[in-house]
């Protein structure tokens, strides 16, 4: 059962720029597609990016779209989310997640293993 473990969240102002990081352990991450999925305060979980097994696909959020990259690096074990021109709204905890199957990476209930979180702060 693959272990997944993030990194790299922190409070930064607005405009500027994280980057998170999903290392995992027990399973190697070549065999799921990826997501990245947070969860802002009082709200629920939402999906923000994903990366599919092959590294060939992404897929985002739409407010996401432009600022946020999401990749792999699967001789490190390690997903990516690189996030530019941050905004207030992007406050949240931020998770990583990994898909066995092949459901739409745009659901959240579609992956099975999930890191414990980083959390993300974005002062106006």
Known sequence: ?????????GLV???NSLRLSCAAS?????????????QP???????VAAISRSGTNTFYRDSV??????????????VYLQMNSLKPED?????CAAD??????????????WGQGTQVTVSS
């Open 1 to 9: 059962q693959v272990q997944l473990v993030e990194s790299g969240g």
């Open 13 to 15: 102002q607005a405009g």
């Open 26 to 38: 027990g399973g190697s991450l070549s065999s799921y597609t990826m997501g990245w999925v947070r």
């Open 41 to 47: 305060p009082g709200m629920e979980r939402q999906f």
């Open 65 to 78: 779209k432009g600022r946020f990259t999401v990749s792999r690096d699967d001789a490190e074990n390690t």
């Open 91 to 95: 406050t949240a905890i931020y998770y």
């Open 100 to 113: 066995s199957g092949f459901g739409s990476p745009y659901s959240v209930l579609a992956y099975d293993y």
